[in-house]
């Protein structure tokens, strides 16, 4: 049973425009997500992240958003640039003091000139 | 810069072999990972380890092992790999709760 969802594979946005990414969650005791990105041939690496005390959080053209009540979180990029084309993995903290990331399946983005 | 450096990038071996893949971090961290990144699946956890010869079964450990003998190495070792452990496989390494994984470039492995 997937506790973290991201239930679009892919998404294509015209350069410019601003990309959104979903993640939906299942388990209340999440305290602390995370987004990475992914290129081909190469690690994920950490984009942006958000305590479940907050509601936003911004740094330069990425801004995360949590809606607690609904369990649901988004990322969006503005504006979307060609280079932004990756695999987006939104991830999660169980509350409780381990560090074990659990992992969304991934969102494919391509922005496209 | 800190770096977590898997030893290969692609690997062939043949059904029924013993299968080791090493990660290596130089940041000191105390916390390791291994999972495997699947189409559709993304990244599953299959072993971690918070300390030195300290190991916690994940998700996904079956017809999996795993070694810690020094802090900067994590070892993961296919007894017996099958077709169906085919997959790219991904070493982290993280400080603390909140500071993110750092992630290894992933081993492709093919097992034929």
């Known amino acids: 049973d997937q506790q973290v969802k991201q239930n679009s594979p892919s998404l294509s946005v015209q350069e410019g425009r601003i990309s959104i990414l979903n993640c939906d969650y299942t388990?209340?005791?999440?305290?602390?997500f995370l987004w990475y990105k992914k290129y081909p041939a190469e690690g994920p690496t950490f984009l942006i992240s958000?305590?479940?005390?907050?509601d936003k959080n911004e740094d330069g053209r990425f801004t995360v958003f949590l809606n607690k009540s609904a369990k649901h979180l988004s990322l969006h990029i503005v504006p979307s640039q060609p280079g932004d084309s990756a695999v987006y993995f939104c991830a999660a903290l169980l509350s409780g003091g381990y560090n074990k990331l659990i992992f969304g399946a991934g969102t494919r983005l391509a922005v496209h000139p | 810069d800190v770096k977590v450096t898997q030893s290969s990038r692609y690997l062939v071996k043949r059904t029924g072999e013993k299968v080791f893949l090493e990660c290596v971090q130089d940041m000191d961290h105390e916390n390791m990972f291994w999972y495997r990144q699947d189409p559709g699946l993304g990244l599953r956890l299959i072993y971690f380890?918070?300390?030195?010869?300290?190991?916690e079964k994940g998700d996904i450990p079956e017809g999996y092992s795993v070694s810690r003998e020094k802090k900067e190495r994590f070892s993961l070792i296919l007894e017996s790999a099958s077709t169906n452990q085919t997959s790219m496989y991904l070493c982290?390494?993280?400080?603390?709760?909140?500071?993110?994984?750092?992630f290894g470039s992933g081993t492709r492995l093919t097992v034929v």
């Open positions: 380890s918070y300390d030195v010869k300290m190991k």
């Open positions: 388990n209340s005791m999440f305290d602390y």
């Open positions: 982290a390494s993280s400080l603390n709760r909140v500071g993110g994984y750092t």
């Open positions: 958000i305590s479940s005390i907050k």
